[in-house]
């Protein structure tokens, strides 16, 4: 049996205390990441993304599905916007530009890496 399995027991609480660390990564403009897990070569992930106030990810599709877990504050793109406890599935084929206005911290959980159309 895989031993490999990762647990995070009282999310919420462990966000509120990792949004003050300094081991975030630069992600995008404005936005700053914590890996939780990432597979190589086009697999799985799952990042803790800590918008600044104004920030906005540049447009990108979805290779695969993306689940996003807004935890602090909100986050919107051209289809809605969605506080603190919303829950969004993109399926694969589907864009946006995800950003916030005063900002937030969300869970995104990745089946493939997205593409980025501007890149």
């Given at each position: 049996?895989?031993?490999n399995r990762v647990v995070f027991a009282s999310?919420?609480?462990?966000?509120?205390?990792?949004?003050?660390?300094?081991?975030?990564?630069?992600?995008?403009?404005?936005?700053?990441?914590?890996?939780?897990?990432?597979?190589?070569?086009?697999?799985?992930?799952?990042?803790?993304?800590?918008?600044?106030?104004?920030?906005?990810?540049?447009?990108?599709?979805?290779?695969?599905?993306?689940?996003?877990?807004?935890?602090?504050?909100?986050?919107?793109?051209?289809?809605?916007?969605?506080?603190?406890?919303?829950?969004?599935?993109?399926?694969?084929?589907?864009?946006?530009?995800?950003?916030s206005v005063g900002g937030?911290?969300?869970?995104?959980?990745?089946?493939?890496?997205?593409?980025?159309?501007?890149?």
């Amino acid at each position: 049996m895989p031993s490999n399995r990762v647990v995070f027991a009282s999310l919420l609480e462990q966000a509120k205390e990792l949004r003050g660390a300094d081991d975030w990564q630069p992600f995008r403009p404005g936005v700053e990441a914590h890996w939780l897990y990432k597979e190589g070569d086009g697999g799985p992930s799952a990042v803790l993304l800590r918008y600044e106030r104004g920030a906005r990810v540049a447009e990108h599709e979805h290779v695969g599905y993306e689940h996003i877990f807004v935890l602090e504050g909100e986050q919107f793109d051209e289809h809605g916007t969605y506080p603190a406890g919303s829950f969004v599935v993109n399926p694969p084929g589907t864009r946006h530009s995800p950003g916030s206005v005063g900002g937030c911290v969300a869970l995104l959980i990745y089946e493939k890496p997205v593409r980025f159309l501007s890149e």
